[in-house]
């Protein structure tokens, strides 16, 4: 089915970074999807979490805490962990995209393994979980599904963390527990912990069923299974396969023993343990006895005698935490006794034996001691790789990037800080060499700081005209925004009164100023407003008034005209000529006043008030209003008409 119809996810820009191409798997807490990551031009997994998942708080907060842990991750053997991030009720952890297929996918289509290739996967899975586990993280959902075998051979752990975060939820486990109970240890199914043994639990039942093709028990309910873990113990593998090697059957038996203190104590115990096992197994299977055969028995001393080199089997013991003198009941036969090829004869009082027997004695123990060297280096080997990836270090405060980079052993080093338009000051705006790059251990990664967006200062363009101004501003690499024009009767007419922001300020790069135009000098309209009133404001302007008196039916002291007009282009100091009411003729009457029955109420006394509070307190006593700007300012200067007016009537302000 083409998931492009099917999934809106497909073909959306994830968080205007991540462009989803394909759906790639789906379970049961979340879907996988490949994803170009266009800030960066390189192909990543991006894992979307089921929204029953997403829409719980609790959930999305410990799945945060968890993703920033795991990608402080820097494993060969370990998928890495790039960024997390929400995108409306999305929340996504971006990945490395790892080709291949899940060692689920391998079980399917073989089933159960040979020994030495189960042993191959195995062992660098607990390399991986042994780096977490010295950097105090646990997996707790160790299982094929979460180990990835790369098109190249490359084993990969992924899914660090996860489980703890749904552990956070409100939601039922039942679900949960179906898809991974097969592999949880007794402790998480009975208390729901779990510390490193429980992930070195898992990987023992994981190494079970790749050396038998199943799961130790099967169960017609997940709790039936659960209930096995918990009360029963986990049969060796070659109780189901024959052939199948003693020291892998005490591998098992150790790293799933329902008491987690006689587990190894962790998966790099666990690791040096299958690398000397790993080591024992024959080219073909005929040169080890079969777990079910016995080994040629000891010489029993006559009398106490100093112990002879351990085998092979007794280093094993003692490599997954077994004491020596008890060694587990199920490999006594293989694991406690030397193997037939180094059996000698009783051995002899110190007094009886040669020198040559003496120079022997000490060749043994030589080699003894060579062969556990061997083994502690060929487990470090494994454990470690000579070349690490550099850790994702971008978007995080450079202190702490640079204390992150420092734990993780690279040699850390802050480059000159660049300017730019999304990323905060003092952030991690690039690591060089990149992040996921593989480089030496202890190389040098240098962090180049965010020097945040590039401000500069808005240039001083008072007093210029447009042009002038638009390239002053252009060239402080700013743009010209809106243009709007004012009167000004102190700056002439066409040249910059003022900018928005203020001259002086420091703003973006590349933002806009807005200009304030000077109209010049703009006549003040007047008319309705008392001529006491009028003729102060012409005054304190500068002009030269005149007044004439006329009869007319509107309020005695009301100026009805002037010339020239309200609005018109003038200079300072001309003459205008007012016309003022004298009152009307006698016999005339107020309109009103012929209108019985009219609505009449007390006009406010809005003077000196704010404009906008002036307005609401007209309107709220029922009158219609009508501003007029004359001098600039934000209060009332003069309020026509007044006393009682006709409610519904029209009332001016001039301000």
Same mark, same amino acid.
């Given at each position: #089915?083409?998931?492009?119809?099917?999934?809106?996810?497909?073909?959306?820009?994830?968080?205007?970074?991540?462009?989803?191409? =394909?759906?790639?798997?789906?379970?049961?807490?979340?879907?996988?999807?490949?994803?170009?990551?266009?800030?960066?031009?390189?192909?990543?997994?991006?894992?979307? #979490?089921?929204?029953?998942?997403?829409?719980?708080?609790?959930?999305?907060?410990?799945?945060?805490?968890?993703?920033?842990?795991?990608?402080?991750? $820097?494993?060969?053997?370990?998928?890495?962990?790039?960024?997390?991030?929400?995108?409306?009720?999305?929340?996504?952890?971006?990945?490395?995209?790892?080709?291949?297929?899940?060692?689920?996918?391998? /079980?399917?289509?073989?089933?159960?393994?040979?020994?030495?290739?189960?042993?191959?996967?195995?062992?660098?899975?607990?390399?991986? /979980?042994? !780096?977490?586990?010295?950097?105090?993280?646990?997996?707790?959902?160790? &299982?094929?599904?979460?180990?990835?075998?790369?098109?190249?051979?490359?084993?990969?752990?992924?899914?660090?963390?996860?489980?703890? +975060?749904?552990? !956070?939820?409100?939601?039922?486990?039942?679900?949960?527990?179906?898809?991974?109970?097969?592999?949880?240890?007794?402790?998480?199914?009975?208390?729901?912990?779990?510390?490193?043994?429980?992930?070195?639990?898992?990987?023992?039942?994981?190494?079970?069923?790749?050396?038998?093709?199943?799961?130790?028990?099967?169960?017609?309910?997940?709790?039936?299974?659960?209930?096995?873990?918990?009360?029963?113990?986990?049969?060796?593998?070659?109780?189901?396969?024959?052939?199948?090697?003693?020291?892998?059957?005490?591998?098992? +038996?150790?790293?799933?023993?329902?008491?987690?203190?006689?587990?190894?104590?962790?998966?790099?115990?666990?690791?040096?343990?299958?690398?000397?096992?790993?080591?024992?197994?024959?080219?073909?299977?005929?040169?080890?006895?079969?777990?079910? @055969?016995?080994?040629?028995?000891?010489?029993?001393?006559?009398?106490?005698?100093?112990?002879?080199?351990?085998?092979?089997?007794?280093?094993?013991?003692?490599?997954?935490?077994?004491?020596?003198?008890?060694?587990?009941?199920?490999? %006594?036969?293989?694991?406690?006794?030397?193997?037939?090829? #180094?059996?000698? @004869?009783?051995?002899?009082?110190?007094?009886?034996?040669?020198?040559?027997?003496?120079?022997?004695?000490?060749?043994?123990?030589?080699?003894?001691?060579?062969?556990?060297?061997?083994?502690?280096?060929?487990?470090?080997?494994?454990?470690? $790789?000579?070349?690490?990836?550099?850790?994702? /270090?971008?978007?995080?405060?450079?202190? /702490?990037?640079?204390?992150?980079?420092? =734990?993780?052993?690279?040699?850390?080093?802050?480059? &000159?800080?660049?300017?730019?338009?999304?990323?905060?000051?003092?952030?991690?705006?690039?690591?060089?060499?990149?992040?996921?790059?593989?480089?030496?251990?202890? =190389?040098?990664?240098?962090?180049?700081?965010?020097?945040?967006?590039? %401000?500069?200062?808005?240039?001083?363009?008072?007093?210029?005209?447009?042009?002038? !101004?638009?390239?002053?501003?252009?060239? +402080?690499?700013?743009?010209?925004?809106?243009?709007?024009?004012? !009167?000004?009767?102190?700056?002439?007419?066409?040249?910059?009164?003022?900018?928005?922001?203020?001259?002086?300020?420091?703003?973006?790069?590349? =933002?806009?100023?807005?200009?304030?135009? $000077?109209?010049?000098?703009?006549?003040?309209?007047?008319?309705?407003?008392?001529?006491? *009133? +009028?003729?102060?404001?012409? %005054?304190?302007?500068?002009?030269?008034?005149?007044?004439?008196?006329?009869?007319?039916?509107?309020?005695?002291?009301?100026?009805?005209? *002037?010339?020239?007009?309200?609005? $018109?282009?003038?200079?300072?100091?001309?003459?205008?000529?007012?016309?003022?009411?004298?009152?009307?003729?006698?016999?005339?009457?107020?309109?009103?006043?012929?209108?019985?029955?009219?609505?009449?109420?007390?006009?406010?006394?809005?003077?000196?008030?704010?404009?906008?509070?002036?307005?609401?307190?007209?309107?709220?006593?029922?009158?219609?209003?009508? %501003?007029?700007?004359?001098?600039?300012?934000?209060?009332?200067?003069?309020?026509?008409?007044?006393?009682?007016?006709?409610?519904?009537? *029209?009332?001016?302000?001039?301000?």
């Amino acid at each position: #089915m083409d998931t492009t119809l099917t999934d809106p996810i497909v073909g959306h820009l994830l968080d205007g970074r991540y462009r989803v191409e =394909s759906r790639i798997a789906r379970g049961g807490m979340a879907s996988v999807y490949l994803a170009l990551d266009i800030r960066l031009d390189r192909t990543v997994a991006v894992k979307v #979490m089921h929204h029953t998942l997403a829409e719980d708080p609790q959930f999305v907060r410990r799945f945060i805490g968890e993703a920033r842990s795991v990608a402080s991750l $820097s494993h060969p053997n370990i998928v890495q962990v790039f960024d997390q991030g929400t995108d409306g009720k999305l929340v996504y952890l971006s990945m490395e995209y790892v080709p291949g297929r899940t060692l689920r996918d391998v /079980l399917r289509e073989r089933g159960r393994l040979p020994a030495r290739e189960a042993l191959e996967i195995v062992i660098p899975v607990l390399a991986a /979980l042994g !780096a977490a586990h010295q950097a105090g993280l646990i997996h707790r959902d160790v &299982k094929p599904e979460n180990v990835l075998l790369t098109d190249n051979g490359r084993v990969k752990v992924v899914d660090f963390g996860l489980a703890r +975060a749904v552990e !956070a939820t409100n939601q039922t486990k039942t679900g949960m527990m179906i898809g991974t109970i097969g592999y949880m240890s007794p402790e998480q199914v009975t208390a729901g912990v779990a510390d490193a043994r429980s992930d070195v639990y898992s990987a023992g039942i994981m190494l079970f069923e790749l050396l038998t093709g199943r799961q130790p028990y099967e169960g017609e309910t997940p709790m039936s299974v659960a209930y096995r873990h918990v009360h029963d113990s986990v049969p060796v593998p070659s109780a189901l396969v024959e052939g199948i090697p003693a020291p892998l059957d005490a591998l098992v +038996a150790a790293a799933t023993d329902r008491d987690p203190a006689k587990r190894p104590s962790d998966a790099t115990a666990m690791l040096v343990a299958a690398v000397q096992v790993h080591r024992q197994l024959p080219k073909t299977p005929q040169q080890l006895p079969k777990a079910g @055969a016995h080994a040629a028995p000891p010489a029993t001393p006559a009398q106490p005698a100093p112990a002879e080199p351990y085998s092979t089997g007794q280093m094993l013991a003692v490599g997954l935490n077994t004491p020596r003198q008890n060694p587990p009941a199920n490999v %006594t036969r293989t694991m406690v006794h030397p193997r037939p090829d #180094m059996l000698t @004869a009783a051995p002899e009082t110190p007094r009886s034996r040669k020198p040559g027997i003496f120079r022997a004695g000490w060749f043994v123990a030589g080699l003894a001691l060579l062969m556990v060297a061997g083994i502690a280096l060929t487990g470090w080997w494994f454990s470690q $790789s000579r070349n690490v990836k550099v850790p994702e /270090l971008t978007d995080r405060n450079v202190t /702490l990037a640079k204390q992150q980079g420092e =734990s993780q052993g690279f040699v850390i080093k802050i480059g &000159k800080a660049r300017f730019d338009d999304h990323l905060d000051k003092n952030m991690v705006l690039e690591t060089q060499p990149a992040a996921g790059s593989e480089v030496a251990r202890g =190389s040098v990664i240098t962090l180049i700081p965010s020097a945040g967006p590039e %401000t500069v200062p808005v240039p001083k363009v008072e007093g210029m005209d447009e042009a002038t !101004a638009r390239d002053a501003i252009a060239k +402080a690499g700013l743009d010209v925004g809106r243009v709007s024009k004012v !009167a000004s009767d102190t700056v002439p007419r066409g040249l910059v009164v003022r900018t928005n922001p203020v001259v002086g300020k420091q703003v973006r790069k590349n =933002s806009d100023v807005n200009l304030v135009i $000077s109209a010049g000098l703009l006549m003040p309209d007047v008319t309705q407003m008392t001529r006491d *009133q +009028a003729q102060q404001i012409l %005054t304190q302007k500068g002009f030269n008034v005149q007044i004439d008196e006329t009869a007319d039916d509107t309020e005695p002291g009301t100026v009805i005209a *002037q010339d020239p007009p309200g609005g $018109s282009e003038t200079v300072a100091g001309a003459p205008v000529r007012l016309t003022v009411s004298k009152g009307p003729d006698q016999g005339w009457h107020w309109p009103w006043e012929n209108q019985p029955g009219q609505n009449m109420a007390n006009v406010p006394d809005v003077r000196f008030k704010n404009v906008q509070d002036a307005e609401n307190e007209l309107k709220a006593a029922g009158f219609k209003v009508k %501003t007029r700007d004359v001098l600039g300012t934000q209060r009332v200067v003069d309020e026509r008409p007044m006393g009682q007016q006709p409610i519904g009537s *029209q009332i001016t302000i001039w301000h």
